[in-house]
């Protein structure tokens, strides 16, 4: 983790070092659970408690960004538990800064620009993040996601503060994976109108008889599906190719894709559209087409 660009590996913390420190996990989890403190602020200790962790020496890197005067977070210092049992050195740093000079005066160790970017625009409520204690399911991404909102999951049931959250990725990085989600949901002025009303559509069609058997038959396709309409941010016409592109690997494809279409209410000339995507001969009118029908069926909410 020596860039700054986004990429991050699956396992920051591996089990053995996650083991090691099972009491102290568990110990400031409860702790922090007790505490009465704003979602953004308790992400913040959240990935401090982690990240102190897993550079327990150099977690804070030099300053690269200037301050922004801003109305927002906490004085660190004065909501950091006792059990974490920071240094002088961290005493020394974390003097007089707030969770939200954190992330905009310093970088962090290993944790790429967009978690700080994240975060920044979280705590100026520019975006709107919704913290859970649990791992949603596809249909409740879906739903936020509808109401222009991502998801952030904190794992912290003791039982399970020093395990691999489902198997692939530790806490930290799990937190970090919907962080850098958030970033790239939010993020992409041009793509975010297309890509709610993409999602607002989908959300209409999820209860369709058709859509729902094949979804509890087909194990392939619900895996396909449910990240194509809930993890997957890009552009609109990215995300219709790739649903569509799904729904044809089924047995049914054809019937399910002129439902889909039907249930949209589409016009001929967006029907001829969407049935010449993933073709030679969809065409840069086509595009146009769909990204104009997709933008014009999503309302951005408050």
């Not at 913390?13 to 704003?38: A, C, G, H």
């Not at 922004?68 to 049992?85: M, Q, V, Y």
């Not at 690997?249 to 010449?276: D, I, Y």
Request: proline fraction near 4%; glycine fraction near 2%; include cysteine.
């Amino acid at each position: 983790m020596k860039n700054r660009d986004g990429a991050y590996k699956k396992i920051l913390l591996d089990p053995p070092l996650l083991k090691e420190n099972r009491d102290y996990l568990r110990t400031n989890i409860l702790v922090l659970k007790q505490l009465s403190l704003s979602s953004v602020d308790l992400t913040t200790l959240y990935l401090l408690l982690f990240l102190r962790i897993k550079h327990p020496i150099n977690w804070l890197q030099k300053k690269s960004h200037k301050k922004i005067d801003a109305n927002c977070g906490t004085d660190l210092l004065s909501i950091i538990p006792e059990t974490f049992k920071l240094t002088d050195w961290e005493k020394e740093k974390l003097k007089d800064m707030s969770t939200f000079d954190l992330f905009c005066l310093f970088n962090l160790k290993g944790i790429p620009e967009s978690i700080n970017r994240t975060m920044i625009n979280w705590f100026l409520g520019l975006w709107k993040i919704e913290m859970l204690e649990y791992i949603p399911n596809s249909r409740e991404l879906l739903k936020l996601q509808v109401k222009n909102a991502r998801c952030l999951t904190l794992i912290t049931d003791p039982n399970k503060i020093d395990d691999l959250v489902l198997g692939a990725r530790d806490p930290l990085s799990f937190a970090l994976h919907d962080l850098m989600h958030a970033d790239q949901f939010f993020n992409q002025n041009e793509s975010l109108k297309g890509q709610l009303g993409f999602y607002q559509l989908v959300d209409l069609i999820y209860d369709q008889p058709l859509l729902k058997s094949l979804l509890k038959s087909d194990k392939d396709f619900k895996k396909e599906f449910e990240y194509v309409v809930s993890d997957m941010n890009a552009y609109v016409i990215h995300l219709f190719k790739c649903l569509k592109s799904t729904v044809f690997r089924t047995e049914v494809g054809p019937e399910l894709f002129s439902l889909l279409l039907s249930c949209w209410n589409m016009n001929e000339a967006q029907k001829n559209s969407s049935h010449k995507l993933n073709t030679p001969e969809f065409s840069l009118d086509d595009e146009m087409i769909l990204k104009n029908f997709f933008e014009n069926n999503q309302e951005i909410l408050p």
